[in-house]
């Protein structure tokens, strides 16, 4: 009984050899592999790497369209102010003004107005967007203090001024704000009523940059 109790185990045990080769692993319950398979596994990834490569090429289309297109002159004149360092933006602005409030709510105008004429995303111009917006409300990121010495600001400088490098345009400081401040006891104007690229000679910017040490 016993000797027929083994080698009924064993042939139990040859059947199921022979039907795991027959049909792949018993434990697993997959079938191998086989050579078709692994041209659909080839032709698979190489239309995946197409798919990417071809994403790839429109995106990058897609971005060097985008830095071609003209900026307006309001936001290529914030751009310039924001990359500035704390004194020269100050010269841009009377003295009786938040100038850090100024800075950014003729950024927050400029690119609004221009996002409603254009037909592209400027994604670098939204990061810097929304950094500004990340400490609205938060009275110490926008004191005179903040502008000299928060590393807040000098992120805000540094996205400028790679929007402004990303698109070819100067990063000298730009002439005085163009709009009309009024105090309690002043009046203030720059005089200019455009902020043109145009108008902004290289004579103008060397002047300009040449008062600073008079």
């Given amino acids: ?17 022979k039907c795991t080769k ?20 080839r032709s698979s990834a190489m239309t995946a790497l197409r798919d990417e490569a071809d994403f790839t090429v429109s995106a990058l289309s ?25 004194s020269v933006q100050r010269e841009l602005y009377p003295d009786f003004v938040v100038v850090a409030d100024e800075l950014v709510l003729d950024y927050y105008d400029a690119l ?12 670098d111009l939204e990061v810097l967007d929304a950094h500004i917006a990340s400490k ?24 400028a001024k790679q929007a402004l490098k990303a698109r070819d345009l100067s990063m000298f400081a730009p002439h005085a704000s163009t709009s009309t401040y009024v105090s309690e006891h002043e009046v ?27």
């Fill in 112 to 123: 609004t107005k221009y996002k409603e004429k254009s037909q592209f995303q400027h994604a």
């Fill in 62 to 86: 897609e971005y060097l369209l985008t830095m071609k297109e003209k900026l307006s002159p309001d936001l290529i004149w914030s751009l310039r102010a924001l990359a500035q360092n704390a």
């Fill in 188 to 214: 203030w104007t720059s005089g200019r009523n455009t902020e043109e690229p145009v108008n902004d000679t290289q004579g103008s910017i060397l002047s300009r940059f040449f008062s600073r040490f008079r």
């Fill in 1 to 17: 009984m016993r000797l027929g109790g083994l080698a009924g185990e064993g042939a139990g045990r040859a059947d199921v050899d």
């Fill in 22 to 41: 027959r049909h792949g692993s018993a434990q697993s319950g997959q079938r191998p592999l086989r050579r078709s398979d692994g041209h659909s596994l």
């Fill in 136 to 159: 609205s409300g938060i009275l110490e990121f926008w004191t005179d203090e903040a502008l000299d010495r928060s590393a807040f600001w000098n992120v805000i400088r540094q996205q």
